[in-house]
């Protein structure tokens, strides 16, 4: 069964501190990654995603992710964070290609907490 | 201005009441998604359609239904066989002719039970 697993449930970071957040998936062939994260009353909203290709994806507000299949990772990373970076964090996947459901399979959640 | 609208933002269900929420999208996407959030479990697939006229149970559609008559509406309803229905429910689109399936996201409907 497709799955994806977020092993950090509250991460709290002091600004300016180095962020990664962990993400494995298992599926079989082609698969479709993605972040997405959630600010405090607000939408949730794309952050990055991996399709194919170069397995170093960059995505908005500075945030990057690498794809590395032999360990069946999604790791989210950022230099430096800031306060307004203070939100939940989800790591889902998607079955690639035109086969089956295309609905997406969400991790638990990475909740952020950046202190001034 | 394109996006997903969900209503209401806040909805209270009595015991034993069916209750129904609102989603539409002006995107011109073919699919529509439902998933529910709860703290700590992220987001569960709940319903997902591809097409107008036909939808699909995803992992917890026991004691939820929908329909999908027209493609820019989707709506959920929860009704009295779901047991545990507080938690917040989110609905998403997107266009099957992505396959990067990128999903879209409305606001959220946060449910209550009185």
């Known amino acids: 069964a497709q799955s994806v697993s977020q092993h950090n449930h509250h991460v709290i970071l002091s600004e300016a501190a180095s962020l990664e957040l962990g993400c494995n998936y298992s599926?079989?062939?082609?698969?479709?990654l993605f972040w997405y994260v959630q600010y405090p009353g607000q939408h949730l909203q794309l952050l990055l995603k991996?399709?194919?290709?170069?397995?170093l994806v960059k995505g908005i507000k500075g945030f990057e992710a690498e794809f590395i299949k032999s360990k069946f990772s999604f790791n989210l990373r950022k230099p430096s964070v800031q306060w307004s970076d203070t939100a939940e964090y989800f790591c889902?996947?998607?079955?690639?290609?035109?086969?089956?459901?295309?609905?997406?399979?969400f991790g638990s959640g990475t909740r952020l907490q950046v202190q001034p | 201005d394109g996006g997903i609208t969900q209503s209401p933002k806040y909805l209270f269900r009595k015991e034993g009441q069916n209750v129904t929420l609102s989603c539409e999208q002006n995107?011109?996407?073919?699919?529509m998604y439902w998933y529910r959030q709860d703290p700590g479990q992220g987001l569960r697939l709940i319903y997902y359609s591809q097409i107008v006229n036909d939808f699909q149970k995803g992992d917890i559609a026991e004691g939820y239904s929908v329909s999908r008559e027209k493609k820019e509406s989707f709506p959920l309803t929860v009704t009295s066989a779901q047991k545990n229905p507080t938690a917040f429910y989110l609905c998403?689109?997107?266009?099957?002719?992505?396959?990067?399936?990128?999903?879209?996201f409305g606001p959220g409907t946060r449910l209550l039970v009185l």
């Open positions: 991996y399709f194919s290709g170069d397995p």
């Open positions: 889902a996947g998607g079955v690639g290609g035109d086969t089956g459901r295309r609905a997406l399979t």
């Open positions: 998403a689109s997107s266009n099957l002719a992505d396959f990067q399936e990128t999903q879209y």
């Open positions: 995107l011109n996407h073919d699919a």
């Open positions: 599926y079989g062939g082609t698969v479709n």
